[in-house]
T-cell receptor, first 111, second 114 residues
Framework: SQQGEEDPQALSIQEGENATMNCSYK?????LQWYRQNSGRGLVHLIL?????REKHSGRLRVTLDTSKKSSSLLITASRAADTASYFC???????????FGKGTMLLVSP | DAGVIQSPRHEVTEMGQEVTLRCKPI?????LFWYRQTMMRGLELLIY????????DSGMPEDRFSAKMPNASFSTLKIQPSEPRDSAVYFC????????????FGSGTQLSVL
C-alpha cells in the first residue's frame, strides 16, 4: 500500500478561501515532500520538510509535520483559481533510497 | 536549465508491439527515476538509478519491462511486448541525491496500448 495517504481525496473551495490537505504515513521518515500536478503535466516540487522540522513556509504555502502522529498538512492561504491542481505528499522512509507518493488530493478553486 | 526531457509525449501502439520511452535528466543530477501513473494505482516507482546504476527495480511489473541508463544524460524504458494494461502516463524524474532532495519531473509520456 502507499506510504503516504492524502485526505481529503477531493476539495472544492472558492477563491480567497484557505485550503488544507493532510497526509498520513506509516513508517519513520527522513523527509516529507509536497508536489503539485496540473492536469496533463508533470509533478512540480513545492516544499521539502525534514523529520527534525515542524513547520515550513513558502509564499502562500505552509507545511507542518508531526512525526509523533506520522502526519503532515499543507495549507494554501488565499487560494486562487490557478491553484487548481492535484497535490501529492511523498515520503522518504528511513532505510529506503526513494520517494513513495500518495494518491493525491484534487483541489478545485472556483472564481 | 531545460528541465527533464521526455519523448515521445504521446504514444499509441497495438498490443504486442515494442515501446521505447526516452528520458534526458537535468545535467548534474546523479539520480534518475521512472514512475508510472494510473487512476487506479496512483504514482508507482518502477526503477531508480544512481550514478547510472540500477539501485531499486522492485517496482518493474514483470520481465516485459526493462530500463537502461547507458550514460548520465540518457535513459530508456522499454516494454516488449506491450499489453493494454500497460496504458498509463510514464514519468521520468531526476534529482541530485535520490529521495533526499527534491525531484524534478518531466512532462511524461501518455502511452495507450490498443
Amino acid at each position: 500500500s502507499q506510504q503516504g495517504e492524502e485526505d481529503p481525496q477531493a476539495l472544492s473551495i472558492q477563491e480567497g478561501e484557505n485550503a488544507t490537505m493532510n497526509c498520513s504515513y506509516k513508517t519513520s521518515i527522513n523527509n516529507l515532500q509536497w508536489y503539485r500536478q496540473n492536469s496533463g503535466r508533470g509533478l512540480v516540487h513545492l516544499i521539502l520538510i525534514r523529520s527534525n522540522e515542524r513547520e515550513k513556509h513558502s509564499g502562500r504555502l505552509r507545511v507542518t509535520l508531526d512525526t509523533s502522529k506520522k502526519s503532515s498538512s499543507l495549507l494554501i492561504t488565499a487560494s486562487r483559481a490557478a491553484d487548481t491542481a492535484s497535490y501529492f505528499c511523498a515520503t522518504f522512509p528511513r532505510g529506503y533510497s526513494t520517494l513513495t507518493f500518495g494518491k493525491g488530493t484534487m483541489l478545485l478553486v472556483s472564481p | 536549465d531545460a528541465g527533464v526531457i521526455q519523448s515521445p509525449r504521446h504514444e499509441v501502439t497495438e498490443m504486442g508491439q515494442e515501446v521505447t520511452l526516452r528520458c534526458k535528466p537535468i545535467s548534474g543530477h546523479n539520480s534518475l527515476f521512472w514512475y508510472r501513473q494510473t487512476m487506479m494505482r496512483g504514482l508507482e516507482l518502477l526503477i531508480y538509478f544512481n550514478n547510472n546504476v540500477p539501485i531499486d527495480d522492485s517496482g518493474m511489473p514483470e520481465d516485459r519491462f526493462s530500463a537502461k541508463m547507458p550514460n548520465a544524460s540518457f535513459s530508456t524504458l522499454k516494454i516488449q511486448p506491450s499489453e493494454p494494461r500497460d496504458s498509463a502516463v510514464y514519468f521520468c524524474a531526476s534529482s541530485r541525491q535520490g529521495g533526499q532532495e527534491k525531484l524534478f519531473f518531466g512532462s511524461g509520456t501518455q502511452l495507450s496500448v490498443l
